[in-house]
């Protein structure tokens, strides 16, 4: 198969951030003509010039807020990541460990994350101190399991090779298991990243007096439908931003491990 000739024609390709703004900029033209056409009351879809023009007429208040978020996934995620590569790396080496705590973790990962809020809010109020748990649960788990995930892809002789040369066991870990489980890792950080953003606003939502989220709730409670979407926007935009600051250390690290 890999002898077969590529199809004639020209290969174009593309920058990705140029993609990118092509679909932004689509689905903007598709969202005002709709708005405008269909003759879609503002309370229910707010055209996307309004959208925009309230947010730069806000610049500080949505800058605090976005600063205010970030700094929520930032704590939760380094908590997450944290906690979860110790755990994942015990519980692939240690047999005994991953029968007995692994069904633990199953069903906590099943358990609706927005349930624990309420008794991280009787526990410790309103605040920082109850949105960063939150944020950090929902990156603990795709963490750990990708921790697990490489350290079992070694093959077992590069393990004999380690042990026929003498090398102890942090050597081990420094040179086979870490190198292994790398390129899972990172590819857990970039997906945890992405869903850090989400429960951290739905965070805000419920148990915070700052950030977007926050910020969507007084919208809420206004019933500002233009506050409401200026958020979603942030938060989309605030996204597609961490994900792709995410995107360079994953490739370097797959370009190496692929070399």
């Not at 692939?92 to 008794?119: E, G, N």
């Not at 409670?221 to 994900?243: E, M, P, W």
């Amino acid at each position: 198969m890999d002898g077969l000739p590529e199809p004639p024609g020209k290969k174009i390709n593309l920058p990705e951030w140029l993609l990118a703004s092509f679909w932004i900029l689509a689905v903007g033209a598709i969202w005002f003509a709709a708005v405008r056409y269909l003759k879609i009351p503002d309370y229910i879809l707010p055209s996307p010039d309004l959208v925009v023009v309230w947010i730069v007429d806000r610049p500080g208040y949505f800058l605090a807020a976005t600063a205010s978020t970030l700094k929520l996934i930032a704590i939760g995620f380094c908590a997450g990541v944290a906690a979860a590569i110790p755990v994942g790396f015990a519980l692939a080496k240690i047999q005994w460990l991953d029968r007995s705590l692994y069904p633990f973790i199953v069903f906590l990962q099943a358990m609706p994350l927005i349930t624990i809020i309420p008794v991280l809010i009787i526990w410790l109020g309103y605040g920082l101190a109850s949105t960063w748990i939150l944020v950090a649960f929902s990156v603990f788990f795709p963490v750990t399991v990708n921790a697990i995930a490489g350290v079992r892809s070694t093959p077992d002789r590069l393990f004999f090779v380690t042990r026929t040369m003498g090398a102890s066991r942090l050597q081990t870990w420094r040179h086979v298991d870490w190198p292994m489980a790398l390129p899972y890792l990172m590819s857990a950080f970039r997906i945890s990243l992405a869903v850090a953003v989400t429960v951290s606003v739905v965070a805000e939502f419920i148990a915070s007096n700052e950030g977007l989220g926050y910020a969507a709730l007084r919208g809420v409670r206004n019933r500002d439908s233009v506050q409401v979407f200026a958020v979603v926007l942030i938060t989309a935009a605030l996204g597609v931003l961490l994900n792709a600051i995410a995107q360079f250390p994953e490739q370097r690290v797959l370009r190496k491990y692929r070399d």
